[in-house]
């Protein structure tokens, strides 16, 4: 990751790994923020700032 920063493909296989290792959060919050940065869909673009603004308090409960 240090070596290739902008290698989004590494950012996912970190995600797994983390997974792997027991720490969904952080899993789930890397992809959500990969997901809002790199999507071309519509509905996705639309979200994108809620999305980071929940990846970045995950735990939170939305009334």
Not at 6 to 23: H, I
């Amino acid at each position: 990751m240090k070596e290739f920063p902008q290698a989004r493909e590494l950012q996912v296989f970190l995600a797994m790994t983390l997974y792997n290792l027991g720490d969904a959060k952080a899993a789930v919050q890397s992809l959500l923020i990969l997901l809002a940065q790199t999507s071309c869909d519509a509905g996705i673009a639309e979200y994108k700032r809620a999305i980071e603004l929940y990846a970045g308090d995950i735990d939170r409960v939305w009334p």
